[in-house]
């Protein structure tokens, strides 16, 4: 038997070695129980809102519709008027495009950099994991509403302020997530055969990693925005969000609580629209994270 034979054979056998790894895991699709069907049909809801609600809202959010403040609801206003006699029901249908989009806008940013930071320490490791790590480490110590408040007081507080803001501060809980999944994921066998068959890195990170976690992701992105939509609110409501007469779901609450010893609802309605939101991806979450055996939970942080 000749060297070249030998050679060839020992080839063989190499490859051989990687004929039982398994392929990637079979991608599942989503199923939800009926409570999460209802959740979906809530979330769904307030997304056409945010697309067409100030075309569709009777008065504009800066009309003063009413003689007086906090009119009762009737039926020229549905739910009513606030302190300064403008509609309720019309400055909600405004503020969702105001406190939804700024906070979807503000998640799909951390998403951006979270998964791009998380992906490349990982796969760099040595000191470029150490770095990131530790600068994400000493941001994620620090309160949210504190790097909040530093953030407002060193640029003012304007839409897009708030915008870079949320997605800079949820961005270190996103790296954290996309880390962990993507260390979890480039020690799997499949991922170990592509590098065998000579896939360079990037090809891993785009055909083995990103689509592996995909669905961990996904999940973690709805209760990314949960939190950012309160994080939003909660500046609002403390006065330093989003600024008046643009209308905000937390600066409603804030603006009309003086009208609850008067029996006026208009500070419960914004804040049952921000409960309503945020407990139905809440249940979406859940639901989909049950279907998973609780492991996408435990992956969340």
Do not use: C
């Not at 039926?75 to 509609?87: A, K, P, V």
């Not at 403390?238 to 905000?248: E, K």
């Amino acid at each position: 038997m000749n060297e070249s034979n030998i050679k060839g054979e020992d080839i063989v056998e190499r490859l051989d070695r990687f004929d039982e790894l398994p392929d990637a895991p079979p991608r599942k699709r989503i199923k939800l129980s009926w409570v999460g069907k209802l959740a979906a049909l809530v979330v769904a809801a307030w997304l056409v809102i945010v697309a067409i609600g100030p075309s569709i809202a009777p008065f504009h959010q800066m009309d003063f519709a009413g003689d007086d403040g906090f009119l009762p609801g009737d039926g020229e206003f549905l739910l009513g008027t606030d302190y300064l006699g403008r509609d309720t029901f019309s400055r909600i249908l405004w503020g969702a495009r105001t406190t939804i989009g700024i906070s979807l806008l503000s998640t799909l940013g951390a998403y951006l950099i979270g998964i791009t930071l998380g992906i490349a320490a990982a796969v760099r490791g040595g000191w470029t994991d150490t770095i990131i790590s530790r600068i994400n480490d000493a941001i994620l110590s620090l309160p949210t509403i504190m790097l909040g408040l530093i953030a407002i007081a060193a640029f003012g507080s304007s839409i897009p302020i708030l915008i870079i803001m949320a997605a800079v501060i949820y961005a270190t809980s996103v790296f954290r997530i996309a880390r962990a999944l993507a260390l979890d994921i480039m020690v799997q066998d499949f991922v170990e055969s592509a590098r065998a068959r000579g896939e360079g890195t990037w090809w891993i990170v785009t055909r083995e990693i990103l689509p592996n976690a995909a669905m961990p992701l996904a999940t973690d992105f709805g209760l990314r925005l949960v939190f950012v939509v309160l994080f939003i609110s909660s500046l609002s409501f403390l006065g330093l969000g989003v600024q008046p007469p643009t209308a905000d779901w937390g600066s409603m609450v804030r603006e009309n609580l003086q009208g609850l010893p008067y029996g006026s609802y208009a500070s419960i309605w914004p804040a049952v629209a921000i409960g309503s939101f945020t407990i139905a991806i809440n249940l979406i979450v859940d639901d989909v994270s049950a279907e998973s055996g609780g492991s996408l939970a435990r992956k969340m942080v």
